[in-house]
């Protein structure tokens, strides 16, 4: 079956953190849209989205336009009006969304739409299905995963029931499912390391900060100490067990040490990566 799929890129701004509140704004603009702006990694706020269709997704960033469109809808609601000059972070991302013929590219559905296409012959004739998966995103890929397996379902009669719906994330079995909980126990585990840096260390891994972390008593045995809280430890663990292989992969998509960290900092992560056999 053949369907149509529309490229819809979306941009956001991050800036240093514009109210003290741990809820998100929505903010409506004349133009109907409406733009988020959500307390991001404690000292920041995060804004977007904006939705452009694109031909062109190779390498998505935002534009000067859509720039200025966020920061002129934020504004319009601030107290203290947002400059250019504060935006520390700004990212782009294209999402593969089905065609439902909309004119209105923030109005194409973000659901998802499956098919299921067998080369030839019904359920039991021995051939294998084919499952196209057009549209979706990461938020929803529990209810995407098992709904992809319910459609392949006839195919393949020994498949077990859905299972995800109460399964963990990797690091998530906190201590009765608080992180302030786990944070406790890692500052008495390490009481030589600061509490601060192990809150962090708690909230981008969970309980397997604990494995970042080792035999490590004090802040040096850590390694290098990057800036921002990341230490070599870190960058050795995402490389290891997280498929991290750039700075980027461990400034940004695990991370996000990025944030606060100095031009030369980010620089010398990429040094270190270089310095890696099997990495450049």
């Known amino acids: 079956m053949q369907e149509k799929i529309r ?15 741990d809820h998100a704004y929505i903010l409506q603009n004349a133009d109907d849209r409406i ?10 706020s995060l804004i977007g989205t904006t939705d452009v269709p694109v031909d062109d997704f190779d390498h998505p960033t935002i534009s000067e336009d859509k720039t200025e469109y966020l920061l002129a809808l934020a504004n319009a609601y601030l107290a203290r009006p947002l400059t250019k000059e504060e935006i520390v972070w700004t990212y782009s991302g294209v999402r593969p969304l089905y065609d439902d013929g909309t004119d209105n590219p923030s109005a194409v559905t973000r659901d998802y739409v499956l098919t ?47 299972w995800t719906r109460s399964p963990v994330l990797p690091g998530g079995d906190l201590p009765d499912g608080d992180r302030n909980v786990w944070v406790a126990k890692l500052c008495a585990t390490f009481p030589q390391l600061p509490a601060a840096f192990l809150r962090m260390l708690a909230t981008r891994h969970g309980t397997r900060a604990r494995q970042v972390l ?11 100490d990057f800036g921002a809280g990341l230490t070599q430890c870190e960058v050795d663990y995402c490389v290891a067990n997280e498929w991290a292989s750039t700075a980027d992969d461990i400034l940004w998509r695990r991370t996000k040490c990025g944030l606060a960290m100095t031009l030369a900092q980010r620089e010398a992560v990429g040094s270190y990566l270089a310095r890696r056999d099997g990495y450049a």
């Open 35 to 44: 733009v988020f702006v959500i307390p991001f990694h404690e000292h920041f």
């Open 7 to 21: 490229h819809i890129k979306g941009s956001h701004i991050v800036v240093p953190r514009v109210h003290a509140e």
């Open 116 to 162: 299921v296409d067998a080369f030839p012959g019904p359920p039991g004739s021995g051939r294998a299905p084919a499952l196209s998966v057009f549209g979706g995103k990461i938020t929803t890929y529990r209810k995407l995963a098992e709904a992809a397996l319910a459609q392949l379902a006839p195919f393949f009669p020994g498949l077990k029931p859905a």
């Open 214 to 224: 080792g035999s490590a008593r004090t802040l040096s045995d850590l390694a290098h």
